[in-house]
């Protein structure tokens, strides 16, 4: 009959076997634009550029929807963007902080940054997206 392992034992293992490094919910989930075997420097190299095309696309897109809205709406808009960028940053460094200080933090950072940032971009298209094609400008 073969032996049972608890469940904690089985992911302290992979942990063990594999590594911090394939945890990075962020560098390695599939849609990330860094994908295969590269160096660190590379990694961090093309996350940074990565981050840089999302938060050109969420600036515009953004700026589709201010032109748009008027009043509370206006208001609500800019109110939860602020707070969704002390989310954004609080959420990786707490990501970053996961490697004490190790070499994979900062592409970590940069790959969370890069992936919520993609994200909110498709939160808005999700929430205003019906009203751009509606009144859009």
């Known amino acids: 009959m073969p032996m049972k392992l608890p469940a904690a034992s089985l992911v302290f293992g992979i942990w063990v076997v594999a590594g911090p490094v394939c945890l990075a919910q962020h560098m390695n989930a599939k849609e990330a634009p860094c994908q295969g075997p ?7 190299s ?12 969420l600036n515009k897109y953004y700026r589709r929807v201010e ?12 109110n939860a963007q602020r707070l969704w ?27 969370c940054l ?18 751009l094609e509606k009144f859009g400008k």
């Not at 032109?67 to 709406?73: A, H, I, Q, R, S």
């Not at 002390?86 to 994979?104: P, T």
Request: net charge negative; hydrophobic share 30%.
């Open 38 to 44: 590269s160096t660190t420097a590379d990694e961090a």
């Open 46 to 57: 093309c996350f940074s550029v990565a981050l840089e095309k999302a938060d050109a696309e």
């Open 67 to 78: 032109t748009l809205e008027t009043g509370d709406d206006l208001t609500n808009l800019k």
């Open 85 to 111: 960028i002390q989310f954004r940053d609080a959420n990786c460094k707490a990501e970053y902080d996961l490697y004490e200080g190790g070499s994979a933090g900062p592409t970590v950072k940069l790959a």
């Open 114 to 131: 890069e992936a919520t940032t993609r994200h909110r971009t498709e939160e808005l298209e999700t929430m205003y997206g019906w009203r």
